[in-house]
């Protein structure tokens, strides 16, 4: 057979821990990325990554908690084998790339020291000061430097991925690709095709996204048959700096090291931070939530903080949201040693030192929990099946996406410092399934011996589109119509969510994506022509925006980040004991409806013209009965007790399993 070759499209650290392992396995790979490797968006990654240790294992936990919270925090939105998989791995995840040189933080002692983060009461995150992400992405780029050298591995730095090529059976053999530099449109066979692309934040116009971070490479795998699924699920991070470019993320781990949330209880008070007295600091996160504190999951906290802001009207500032974010109170020289990477930002951006004078940050788009549908293998014991080519791969055969744009692990909501864990774990996990797939490829169906007319039918159709690019006299502008479509994404789909907004949103996206058909360029060399590659990526934005847009309208319910005031579970409201009893035994017959009816998977598909179909998936359950999420909530001590006494008949009628602890 002729020499196989996978395609590796992103260079983070999904990317890279893929191309790692494929190389360690003898595979070829093609590794392009539209970034030189090391600025993938992976790099900005602040606080952490997850793991089991032996510090909590000490005070009682253990993987299964790991996935407990993982699934909990997500809502139970997430199939549980690929989170169980992972919460397993989780530990050699960490062993590995410590021993791959990480410079991890430390203990006095030597040991790899810890930090709490949200949706957890235990100390799993392992960190490199608040450049975690920088390290392990330079780490594993080691790797596969190695390997380039090798001749294992070939890099192509500068290129931006087109479209999968497809067979007329529909299995993926390749992809279409451009340099953004001699804009030359090429062709990559290959025997599968891995996205790992990341996010699609620039839908919104400005998050703490990159600005690579389109989700163009998602659309046009979507465009040509992909499945994309809970694409309305998107993450809005609760402490970040506004900004007029883009928004800049204070990690997790401010709050993680001790770090305080907090507004004046006098509306707009005019004092400086430090003069106002405790008394009349409103931590409103430690209020509501003692168990959690300022560490709720992030969903929850963005709530709060945007509540609080624009509800309540207790904004920091008058003319523009805000609350404190307050490290004031810990040692500077320690802030330094553990945050300083954050803190430098802040500093920079804002003028002001966070060591000595709190921050203000307001909540911002920040992660995609949805993303292109991926298939598993599961065991018996309800992980993964190790080796299984199903591990991964979309609906169309042969084509893979891990890392953040796919859908599978995180559910509703993403519990902070499991993104680098899923992104390491998935690449880590994919590449011994497609050495089974390329060992048992039929003789013959090597993308290298592949007919050249499936090629050049995919490359002419991408030279046809971007000619008509540079030639359309539209008189539309794309950087107005993307600025544009973020102000409506941002103001329909973010923290709160309204039908008829989103109806309204619908209606707009849908007049925007006409009128992207007809945009001119400013420029129409042949050159590093970064107008044409935006425009291109703008609209491909697109369909995904629809999806989203069309996801949430169809949802009609609170999970995670997806949050509906209309369709909300209030607390309970009664003072006698039996009737609370009553009006929890009603909420846990709603809840129950609401499982019935809405625990299911979006899934959506587009039509040639980008408009997008919605179905749903059910979500496999089968290890841990949903539960209601009752962080803060009134009366959530008895509706948990009467939640646990159905749940233990129903285990013990055989209707659902008994919960594991």
């Given at each position: ?5 996978v ?29 030189p490797?090391k600025r993938?968006?992976?790099?900005c990654?602040?606080g ?8 909590t294992?000490?005070?009682g ?20 084998p ?8 989780a530990?050699?995840v960490i062993d ?8 991890f ?7 790899l020291d ?9 100390k ?16 594993l ?8 050298v090798?001749?294992?591995v070939k890099?192509?730095e ?8 497809l ?6 053999i390749?992809?279409?690709?451009q ?5 030359e449109?090429?062709?990559f066979?290959a ?13 919104y ?9 389109t ?10 048959g992909?499945?994309y699924?809970?694409?309305?699920c ?7 700096i506004?900004?007029?470019?883009k928004l800049?993320?204070m ?7 001790g ?17 106002i ?5 409103y931590?409103?996160?430690?209020e509501?939530?003692p ?5 709720v999951?992030?969903?929850?906290a963005?709530?709060?903080?945007f509540?609080v ?13 805000c609350?404190?974010?307050?490290l004031t109170h810990i040692e500077a ?6 945050l300083?990477g ?19 940050i307001f ?5 995609s ?26 609906n169309?055969p042969n084509l893979?996406a891990?890392?953040?744009?796919d ?10 410092a499991?993104?680098l864990?899923?992104?390491i774990?998935s690449?880590l996990?994919l590449?011994?399934?497609l050495?089974?797939?390329?060992k048992?490829m ?15 039918s ?6 046809e ?11 539309e502008?794309?950087?107005l119509?993307?600025?544009?479509l ?10 709160v969510r ?8 619908i209606?707009v996206?849908?007049?925007l994506?006409?009128?992207v058909?007809?945009c001119s ?7 590093s022509?970064?107008?044409?590659l ?10 995904i925006?629809k999806a989203i ?7 009609d319910?609170?999970?995670g ?13 009664a003072?006698d004991y039996d009737e609370r009893?009553?009006q929890?035994?009603v909420?846990c ?7 019935d009816?809405f ?8 039509d040639?013209?980008g408009e997008?179909?919605?179905?749903y998936e ?8 949903p539960?209601?999420r009752l ?5 959530a ?13 129903k ?5 659902q399993?008994a919960?594991v602890?």
């Amino acid at each position: 057979m002729a020499k196989q070759r996978v395609l590796i499209v992103g260079g983070g650290l999904a990317g890279l821990a893929a191309t790692m392992k494929l190389a360690e396995l003898g595979i070829a790979v093609d590794l392009m990325s539209i970034t030189p490797v090391k600025r993938s968006h992976s790099v900005c990654a602040q606080g952490g990554i997850n793991s089991v240790n032996d510090q909590t294992r000490q005070l009682g936990d253990n993987e299964w908690k790991h996935f407990d919270d993982t699934i909990y925090g997500g809502d139970f939105l997430n199939h549980q084998p690929p989170v169980k998989e992972m919460a397993e791995w989780a530990p050699k995840v960490i062993d590995l790339m410590d021993r791959l040189g990480v410079t991890f933080n430390r203990t006095p002692e030597g040991f790899l020291d810890r930090r709490r983060f949200g949706g957890t009461l235990y100390k799993r995150t392992a960190f490199a000061g608040a450049t975690t992400g920088q390290q392990l992405l330079y780490a594993l780029d080691e790797q596969v430097r190695r390997w380039e050298v090798e001749g294992l591995v070939k890099k192509y730095e500068a290129w931006d991925f087109m479209s999968p090529v497809l067979d007329d059976a529909g299995v993926c053999i390749g992809a279409i690709a451009q340099d953004i530099v001699t804009m030359e449109l090429r062709t990559f066979r290959a025997d599968a095709v891995v996205i790992a692309t990341g996010g699609c934040g620039l839908i919104y116009g400005r998050s703490t996204m990159s600005m690579t971070c389109t989700g163009s490479a998602a659309s046009r795998c979507l465009q040509v048959g992909a499945k994309y699924g809970n694409g309305e699920c998107i993450q809005v991070h609760p402490t970040a700096i506004p900004g007029a470019d883009k928004l800049r993320l204070m990690s997790e781990s401010a709050r993680g090291e001790g770090g305080r949330v907090w507004v004046p209880r006098t509306p707009q008070d005019t004092r400086s931070p430090k003069s106002i007295p405790e008394a009349e600091r409103y931590y409103f996160l430690e209020e509501r939530y003692p168990a959690y504190g300022n560490l709720v999951p992030r969903d929850i906290a963005t709530r709060e903080i945007f509540n609080v802001c624009v509800n309540e009207g207790l904004s920091v500032e008058k003319d523009r949201q805000c609350v404190y974010l307050d490290l004031t109170h810990i040692e500077a020289s320690e802030l330094t040693r553990k945050l300083g990477g954050i803190l430098d930002i802040y500093q920079k951006f804002q003028g002001v030192d966070p060591r000595f004078t709190p921050m203000k940050i307001f909540p911002a788009v920040h992660y995609s929990m949805g993303g292109l549908w991926t298939d598993y293998q599961r065991t018996a014991a309800g992980g993964l099946q190790p080796g299984s080519p199903k591990n991964q791969v979309t609906n169309i055969p042969n084509l893979y996406a891990i890392g953040e744009v796919d859908y599978h692990y995180h559910g509703a909501n993403r519990l902070g410092a499991n993104s680098l864990l899923s992104c390491i774990f998935s690449g880590l996990f994919l590449a011994p399934g497609l050495e089974t797939l390329l060992k048992n490829m039929p003789e013959g169906r090597a993308a290298a011996e592949r007919p050249q007319s499936f090629y050049d039918s995919a490359l002419n159709k991408q030279k046809e589109r971007h000619q008509n690019l540079l030639k359309n006299d539209g008189g539309e502008n794309p950087y107005l119509i993307h600025q544009e479509l973020g102000n409506i994404m941002t103001k329909a789909a973010t923290v709160v969510r309204v039908n008829e907004q989103l109806e309204s949103a619908i209606g707009v996206v849908h007049d925007l994506g006409e009128r992207v058909k007809r945009c001119s360029l400013s420029d129409t060399g042949a050159w590093s022509n970064q107008n044409v590659l935006f425009t291109k990526a703008l609209q491909d934005m697109f369909p995904i925006a629809k999806a989203i847009l069309k996801g949430a309208l169809m949802r009609d319910e609170c999970r995670g980040a997806h949050y509906k005031p209309a369709f909300e579970l209030p607390g309970l409201t009664a003072e006698d004991y039996d009737e609370r009893h009553k009006q929890a035994e009603v909420w846990c017959d709603k809840f129950q409806e609401n499982v019935d009816k809405f625990l299911k998977s979006t899934i959506a598909t587009v039509d040639a013209a980008g408009e997008p179909t919605i179905t749903y998936e059910e979500v496999d359950t089968s290890l841990l009965p949903p539960r209601p999420r009752l962080y803060g909530l009134v009366g959530a001590d008895i509706i948990e007790k009467v939640w646990k006494e159905r749940a233990a008949k129903k285990a013990a009628a055989g209707k659902q399993p008994a919960e594991v602890n």
